[in-house]
């Protein structure tokens, strides 16, 4: 490993522990807190977008984030350690197959939506509390209870409808 490694190796982890950065990758949506120098004054500007591309190359990774605004494309590339970033925010987490999505470019409207990612309802966490994991459980057996009554419901309508044709045909007759 040559000095130049081993430089950006140790200021990566100087700028890593300055900053807690949250996991995202291409297709998430994203709020990106900039900081704005204006003459003397120093203000924050979110720009909220789709991360279209993600570069990983240590100090020098960066990430490409889209938004429309006012009917025109905006791109802006922004390196993942700059200190012009202040907090970064995933928004919701999109359900892509691909790392590079360049060809939202020449989409718009709703050909040009990500679909967002679903979580699974299944209560596998260590964190929660007995109490916390006991009412998540009452919870879904209650909307399996709601589902099944509903069902029902809709059933008992069914024959209620075949009931009156009957008696309407019988009638004809």
């Known amino acids: ?43 924050i500007q979110i720009f909220e977008g789709v ?12 990430f490409t984030v889209r938004k429309i605004s ?3 494309g905006i791109e802006r590339v922004l390196p993942l350690f700059s200190p012009q970033i202040n907090k970064i925010e995933v928004v919701k987490t999109g359900a892509v197959r691909r790392s590079k999505l360049y060809y939202l470019r020449e989409r718009s409207g709703k050909s040009a939506r990500i679909a967002e990612k679903t979580q699974s309802n299944q209560v596998n966490e260590p964190n929660l509390s007995e109490k916390e994991s006991d009412s998540l459980n009452k919870q879904s057996d209650l909307s399996s209870e709601t589902k099944a009554v509903d069902k029902k419901v809709q059933n008992d309508a069914k024959d209620s409808k075949r009931s009156k044709t009957e008696k309407t045909v019988d009638e004809k007759k």
Do not use: W
Request: one cysteine or more; charged letters at 40%.
């Open 70 to 72: 006012y009917g025109e």
């Open 1 to 43: 490993m040559n000095t130049l490694e081993k430089f950006e190796k140790e200021h990566l982890k100087e700028l890593q522990s300055d900053k807690k950065l949250p996991k995202f990758s291409s297709g998430d949506t994203l709020k990106v807190h900039l900081k704005v120098k204006e003459g003397e004054k120093e203000r």
């Open 51 to 62: 991360c279209i591309a993600k570069k990983n190359s240590g100090i020098n990774s960066s």
